[in-house]
């Protein structure tokens, strides 16, 4: 009897936990766009081009210190409110990157790089970050705690896979990461997004002058745009997933799982 009733409080957890994760049936074809550290293309280029196919993304903006040789390379907070005007979503990279791992930091010093970022969005009325990306995928479960007390919703990692939000903590939100030398391994990721799970892709610049080795070419965003405008794939924000997944919920029942996280 001890048997079966452990067997049904499992079952009962497993299906009404997940059951109740989902709000609304996660489509097949649904990929997210992101794009990090705010390089000027993202304005000049990558926004056009979103406009025209009719898709949504997130931006993760940072300030990158003065020691980068030409400032021009980067977004001005102009530009980035024009993007918020565009109603792309601008999220929270960290203030100045240069922490690339966030594990190492305080949690006074991760509010205090987090703050910034929320601060000048305040400042220009752009909504407020509610959704976080971590540089160079660095993280630990304090980052977690840090984020859970900031109220954050959804935190975008590496990993090179699918995302389940049954399984997947919102704070570990696995993404492929794009580059000019990727492009049948980004081609193959769009085949994954059935069944209930979402393709997340992370951008940099298109191109990133500053940053060759995550650069994508403007010719090969725009293949990427036009197979999933072709093939009827839905493109949406981070914050866009609020509508299919109950946040709290998931971060209630799902234990984080970091070795899937950081194999990317």
């Known amino acids: 009897m001890k048997i079966i009733s452990a067997f049904l409080f499992i079952f009962s957890i497993t299906f009404y936990g997940n059951s109740q994760i989902l709000k609304k049936e996660i489509p097949d074809k649904l990929v997210v766009l992101t794009f990090d550290d705010a390089p000027a293309s993202q304005y000049s280029i ?153 393709v997340v892709l992370t951008l940099h610049g298109v191109p990133d002058i500053e940053h060759p080795w995550v650069s994508t070419p403007p010719k090969l965003f725009k293949e990427y745009l036009q197979y999933l405008h072709e093939n009827k794939f839905k493109v949406i924000s981070l914050r866009d997933l609020s509508n299919y997944i109950n946040v709290d919920k998931a971060r209630e029942t799902i234990v984080p799982n970091f070795s899937k996280t950081l194999k990317n």
């Open 46 to 198: 990558v926004a056009p081009l979103l406009k025209e196919f009719g898709f949504g993304t997130t931006f993760f903006v940072c300030e990158f210190p003065p020691k980068f040789k030409d400032s021009t390379l980067y977004m001005n907070w102009r530009q980035i409110k024009a993007l918020n005007n565009m109603s792309f979503e601008i999220a929270n990279h960290t203030h100045t990157h240069t922490h690339a791992n966030v594990a190492n930091l305080s949690q006074a010093q991760f509010n205090e790089e987090l703050a910034y970022i929320e601060n000048k969005c305040d400042s220009l009325d752009i909504e407020t970050p509610t959704n976080f990306a971590y540089p160079g995928y660095a993280l630990n479960s304090e980052v977690l705690e840090f984020l859970e007390e900031k109220k954050y919703v959804f935190a975008r990692a590496g990993g090179s896979r699918v995302y389940d939000p049954l399984e997947d903590h919102p704070f570990l939100v696995p993404s492929w990461a794009a580059d000019a030398s990727n492009k049948a391994e980004i081609m193959a990721s769009f085949n994954e997004a059935k069944n209930g799970k979402i």
